[in-house]
């Protein structure tokens, strides 16, 4: 079974600018996850997507983070523009409904 | 306020030797209680999930306890590995799946 995709593994920008990151779930899970882990700290949960529905995203910071789930299977998050307190790593999850979820390798992001 | 706190922030032991990390949890309502093993650079994987009427619950060399009354669990890592060298992250459960994260522990096991 494959795992939880996530891709650019690794991405640099500068502040001011727009990055996005991808996730594709392992296939069959409707619950998928973003989370944002900033280092030394435990992941903190972004947004959270039930099918291409939102259940929960009252951590995310709406005025520049954004997210979507087309079709209730892969999801991409968009941050514009970046800020330096944005730099950390950003993990995909997926999960079918109240099971264990399943954590993708992640994207880490530096902002200069 | 829903939260988990581990300690210690870090440890390093021998090849060999046993280790017993904390946590203490404060969420309602609790679900469940979980530990995830986070290699560097990689997602954290699943170690065991431990429902209120559960006090122990083994995963090979892991072992979670878990006490519903006083809010605390423990992960005892038995004949560590330098492969066990990782962050260890308590998770509480709410309903609805909703996850608090621990800061994690940073275990370094040394030959």
């Known amino acids: 079974e494959a795992g939880v995709a996530q891709s650019p593994r690794y991405k640099i920008i500068e502040k001011r600018q727009s990055v996005a990151f991808w996730c594709n779930p392992i296939?069959?899970?409707?619950?998928l996850y973003w989370y944002q882990q900033i280092l030394g700290q435990g992941p903190k949960l972004l947004i959270q997507f039930q099918n291409n529905g939102v259940v929960d995203d009252s951590q995310l910071p709406k005025d520049r983070f954004s997210a979507e789930r087309l079709k209730g299977v892969d999801s991409t998050l968009k941050i514009q523009p970046a800020k330096l307190e944005d730099s950390a790593v950003y993990l995909c999850?997926?999960?079918?409904?109240?099971?264990?979820?399943?954590f993708g390798p992640g994207t880490r992001l530096l902002v200069l | 306020k829903n939260q988990v706190e581990q300690s210690p922030q870090s440890l390093i032991i021998l090849e060999g030797k046993n280790c017993t990390l904390q946590c203490n949890y404060t969420v309602s309502p609790f679900s469940n209680l979980r530990w995830y093993k986070q290699d560097t650079g990689r997602g954290p994987v699943s170690l065991t999930i431990?429902?209120?009427?559960?006090n122990t619950k083994s995963n090979g060399r892991y072992t979670a306890t878990l006490d519903a009354d006083t809010k605390q669990s423990s992960l005892h890592i038995t004949a560590s590995q330098l492969s066990d060298s990782a962050s260890y992250i308590c998770v509480a459960a709410l309903y609805g799946n909703k996850l608090v994260f621990g800061a994690g522990t940073i275990l370094r096991v040394k030959s």
């Open positions: 999850a997926s999960s079918i409904g109240q099971e264990t979820q399943y």
């Open positions: 296939s069959g899970h409707a619950t």
């Open positions: 431990m429902t209120f009427s559960e």
